[in-house]
Nanobody
Framework: QVQVVESGGGLVQPGGSLRLSCRVY????????MYWYRQAPGKQREFVAA???????NYADFASGRWTISTIDNNNTIYLQMNNLKPEDTATYYC???????????????WGQGTQVTVSS
């Protein structure tokens, strides 16, 4: 069974930094891309950043220039380095892994439970 686990959230002051981690556990044959999304109270979940299996990265406008998505060599873990955090970045951050458990399986999304980021003085 594939499990996606996020970590690294917490309380930080405006202008501070956090690094979120997302790791995929279990037997997964292929990972095509991994994504970060966030959801603030009363708002819809929104895209933050993505990285593909060939390390191509993409960012939402609010993240571009402030945050960096990266992965380690085995591609089962990604990070989101968040700098210059603002109060409006307060949200639960979710990791989504798009992959397939076998060579013949169709790709699907595996979601984590989320990690809370609170930016406040």
């Amino acid at each position: 069974q594939v499990q996606v686990v996020e970590s690294g959230g917490g309380l930080v002051q405006p202008g501070g930094s956090l690094r979120l981690s997302c790791r995929v556990y279990g037997s997964i044959h292929s990972i095509y891309a991994m994504y970060w999304y966030r959801q603030a109270p009363g708002k819809q979940r929104e895209f933050v950043a993505a990285i593909t299996s060939v390390r191509a990265a993409n960012y939402a406008d609010f993240a571009s220039g402030r945050w960096t998505i990266s992965t380690i060599d085995n591609n089962n873990t990604i990070y989101l380095q968040m700098n210059n955090l603002k109060p409006e970045d307060t949200a639960t951050y979710y990791c989504d892994t798009r992959g397939a458990e076998t060579q013949a399986a169709l790709p699907r999304d595996y979601w984590g439970q989320g990690t809370q980021v609170t930016v406040s003085s």
